[in-house]
């Protein structure tokens, strides 16, 4: 039923006989309408809640797990899964430092070279997956592992640091908004957060790759006798996975301004909470970038607010929880009435 | 049909391949040890496994090399290990098991759940097998001794540095690594009874927990400084939550406006000190909590008497003996 649903709101785009809302995008609004809920209420209970620093603090505090949402979106509508998110992350954010503090190289070079390592890796995932066979659960589990590995080996297990004078951190936390717009200090990494996003929601819904990327989690089978190389798909799918993954490492290393190889474990299943409340399907199929990004909106708004009020962290963690098993029953039961 | 019998067999494969390293791993193991059993133990180097809590932060490191030294001079074999992250007791348990397993002359380890480790410690001693806890203790009078900072009166003399910095009054927030851990425990309620018992005008407004982890730290402090917009001082009780704090307090452009007090060292915090972010911070001794520890372990090998309780110090660093000949030795970048 899926299918055909969103098929169908491809195709139906193009002929315009579309009520106001178009069904594939209910999802959307509906997620929409609870994180503008949500920021009402938490307005309502704290007079600190909606204040200009708060809400940049917290779209920044968005930006690595959204960007890592980002990516992982691609995967999850194939109907796949990549748990190597976090410790890839990690792995370019140390490559930057190798790059930029230990060779010397110039920021942006340091920069390319840090995503490209996050690329690598997803192109590494993407070939075990379509050339070995081995389940995406599986392949990525391993690259997970291989990537901490990595990290750990080529930083000797210490963290890297930048130097003051290379303004790496200006990446992420300098504003070049502020600049253009007195006041309006936005940090750099909030805006190349919303970039990576509308870069992602072009690839999914414009390109070749995105209209693969559904027909894949769709139904492989049929994918594949249409005569679609769906192994060089799936490659190419898990690479702007790891493409996003690495730019979300890069970010992450800005903003401490050093790159640390013990963090990114568990971000992973941060990444996948956000993509889910988005209204990506773990089944595959189905999905947008917009869901994704107010996924990680409500996830950081969520926490953040709960934060304000003071609400003891064993519960917040708790009430989270929840609220993806809500958002996701929700999402079932619209769709079971069609 | 045919692609699933294939995944399968690839599967299965990869598990027989797995299974089939892990067994000739466990003989080499067992080989080994049964080689240890059968020499004479005085012909062999001593060997004393050391399970850390952790190994990637720089405070592991640090006491690894304490070890290392001591290792040295008393001329036995020493291994570090410990899991990847403070919360991974399990892999902890089970790396002690691994330890116990090659027949050790003497064990070296600092318990991430005080209570979860017991059993296997009394198999140790039952074993005749003499325990140092290092770090934080265990619940318990297996280990012979116990190598570790006084985290209460670190934590306390942290609070008293910060009260004297912002005036003895005012509002302040801490951000603790965990609420389960020993040293998370102790340096929170240390820290928190200190300004309590002695500073009435202080008012805690907010513990929260970041694991240690840089960001996670970040967000959460910033949090706090917004609920709170009157807050003067900022508690950070190790490494990852002080440079949490410094980070907030970056990020909001609040340098100068708030006090940070921190734990441990590391170059950020060093650079956070110099600075002028970050008003000062209590380390410990690492390399001595290592040393300690090996030393301690020889000596009962030996059967010479052991300190139930070696304190191996804190001390309060900031501007002006950063550079002292007394802390460089127990701070590391």
Known sequence: ?338 | MKKITVTMLVMLLTIAMLSACASKGNEGKGEEAAGKGSTNPGAEKIYIPIISKGFQHQFWQAVKSGAEKAAKEFNVEITFEGPETESQVDKQIEMLQAALDKKPSALGFAALDSQASIPLLQKAKDAGIPVIAFDSGVDSDIPLATASTDNLAAAALAADKMAELIGGEGEIGMIVHDQTSVTGANRRDGFKKQIEDKYPNIKIVDIQYGGGDHLKSTDLAKAIIQAHPNVKGFFGANEGSAIGVINAVTELKKEGQIVVVGFDSGKQQIDAIKSGKMAGAITQNPVGIGYETVKAAVQAIRGEKVESTIDTGFYWYDKSNIDSDEIKAVIYE
């Open chain 1, 1 to 338: 039923m899926t299918i055909q649903n969103d098929t169908g709101a491809v195709q139906t785009g193009g002929k315009r006989a579309v009520p106001i809302i178009k069904p594939g995008a209910m999802q959307q609004v509906l997620a929409f309408a609870s994180l503008v809920i949500l920021v009402l209420v938490f307005s309502f209970s704290s007079p600190n809640f909606f204040q200009f620093t708060n809400i940049v603090g917290i779209l920044l505090s968005t930006a690595v797990i959204g960007v890592l949402a980002l990516g992982s979106t691609f995967v999850i509508i194939t109907g796949g899964i990549d748990l190597s998110v976090g410790t890839v992350m990690t792995l370019s954010a140390i490559m930057t430092g190798v790059f930029i503090t230990y060779w010397d190289l110039p920021v942006p070079l340091g920069i390319v070279g840090g995503i490209m390592t996050g690329a690598v890796c997803g192109l590494l995932s993407g070939t075990i997956i379509s050339k070995m066979k081995i389940p995406p659960f599986i392949a990525t589990l391993a690259m997970m592992m291989i990537a901490k590995g990595l990290a750990l080996v080529i930083s000797g297990a210490k963290p890297i640091y930048f130097k003051e004078e290379t303004g790496y951190s200006k990446l992420a936390l300098d504003s070049a908004i502020g600049k253009l717009i007195p006041g309006f200090d936005i940090p750099n990494g909030v805006l190349i957060f919303f970039g990576a996003a509308i870069i992602g929601g072009i690839i999914l819904s414009k390109t070749i790759v995105g209209r693969y990327n559904f027909a894949l989690g769709s139904n492989e089978e049929a994918t594949r006798l249409s005569g679609i190389n769906v192994n060089y798909w799936k490659i190419v799918i898990y690479t702007i996975t790891g493409t996003f993954t690495g730019l979300a490492g890069v970010l992450m290393a800005s903003r401490l301004n050093s790159a640390h190889p013990s963090l990114g474990s568990g971000y992973e299943l941060e990444a996948i909470a956000a993509v889910v409340l988005g209204g990506t399907s773990l089944s595959g199929g189905k999905g947008t970038i917009v869901g994704t990004v107010i996924g990680a909106l409500i996830m950081s708004v969520l926490t953040n607010g709960l934060r304000i009020l003071s609400v003891p962290q064993e519960w917040q963690t708790v009430v989270v929880g929840i609220v993806i098993v809500l958002a996701v029953y929700a999402d079932i039961l619209r769709r079971r009435k069609k």
